[in-house]
């Protein structure tokens, strides 16, 4: 039975739980057959069947990265997909492999920084991911990358510095430390009492590295 018929919109359903359901099944069973078929129909012509499509995969890649890492190419071109819903659901996927998948998506470092500068707070907030998250591989990738997120946290809107100041301080070294440090502190007068507690935590963590 075709794994595609289990996808949400295919059972009638206006909710998620199919998708989940299924991903979670796929997952178990390592059913790598099942993932080809779901991953080949993110370029359906049935808007509804991508959408369902990359929910499955990026379920997928919380549980179990590995299983979706061969389709990065596929995130990044629908990275330029005119539905929304299909750009901020492979960038949240490449979130989920951008370690795995750095060589990979690194040179394709300005499609992701288009899509998060032109994208939904979805988008951008996952590209912030993968961006962290490819610049923590090496320093080459932390000289090109992190100049750009930490102008992005320079100028990105208050309520969104915390979020993204914590998905960028795993990736911070020494060699970045004291500017992510100076650019948080900078901001902190623009915070609420709840966002600049949170700032620095992240600032404390940081400094202790």
Same mark, same amino acid.
């Given at each position: 039975?075709?794994?595609?018929?289990?996808?949400?919109?295919?059972?009638?359903?206006?909710?998620?739980?199919?998708?989940?359901?299924?991903?979670?099944?796929?997952?178990?069973?390592?059913?790598?057959?099942?993932?080809?078929?779901?991953?080949?129909?993110?370029?359906?012509?049935?808007?509804?069947?991508?959408?369902?499509?990359?929910?499955?995969?990026?379920?997928?890649?919380?549980?179990?990265p590995e299983l979706i890492s061969l389709y990065t190419p /596929?995130?990044?071109?629908?990275?330029?997909?005119?539905?929304?819903?299909?750009?901020?659901?492979?960038?949240?996927?490449?979130?989920?492999?951008?370690?795995?998948?750095? /060589?990979?998506?690194?040179?394709?470092?300005?499609?992701?920084?288009?899509?998060?500068?032109?994208?939904?707070?979805?988008?951008?907030?996952?590209?912030?991911?993968?961006?962290?998250?490819?610049?923590?591989?090496?320093?080459?990738?932390?000289?090109?990358?992190?100049?750009?997120?930490?102008?992005?946290?320079?100028?990105?809107?208050?309520?969104?510095?915390?979020?993204?100041?914590?998905?960028?301080?795993?990736?911070?070294?020494?060699?970045?430390?004291? /500017?992510?440090?100076?650019?948080?502190?900078?901001?902190?007068?623009?915070?609420?009492?709840a966002q600049a507690a949170r700032l620095r935590k992240?600032?404390?963590?940081?400094?202790?590295?």
């Amino acid at each position: 039975m075709s794994v595609l018929n289990r996808i949400a919109c295919l059972q009638r359903r206006r909710d998620e739980v199919p998708n989940q359901e299924l991903a979670r099944e796929l997952v178990e069973h390592k059913d790598r057959e099942g993932i080809e078929e779901i991953a080949r129909n993110l370029w359906n012509k049935d808007v509804d069947i991508q959408n369902d499509c990359i929910k499955v995969l990026y379920e997928i890649g919380y549980l179990a990265p590995e299983l979706i890492s061969l389709y990065t190419p /596929d995130f990044l071109k629908l990275l330029k997909s005119p539905n929304n819903r299909i750009v901020w659901g492979s960038m949240l996927a490449l979130s989920t492999v951008a370690v795995l998948q750095a /060589d990979e998506i690194f040179p394709h470092i300005g499609e992701v920084m288009h899509a998060m500068e032109q994208g939904s707070v979805i988008t951008c907030d996952n590209g912030v991911k993968v961006l962290a998250a490819v610049a923590s591989v090496n320093d080459e990738y932390m000289g090109t990358i992190f100049p750009f997120l930490l102008k992005h946290l320079d100028s990105c809107r208050p309520k969104d510095v915390p979020q993204h100041a914590e998905n960028m301080a795993a990736a911070v070294d020494s060699g970045v430390k004291g /500017d992510f440090i100076h650019v948080l502190e900078s901001r902190l007068e623009e915070m609420s009492a709840a966002q600049a507690a949170r700032l620095r935590k992240v600032i404390r963590s940081v400094a202790g590295k």
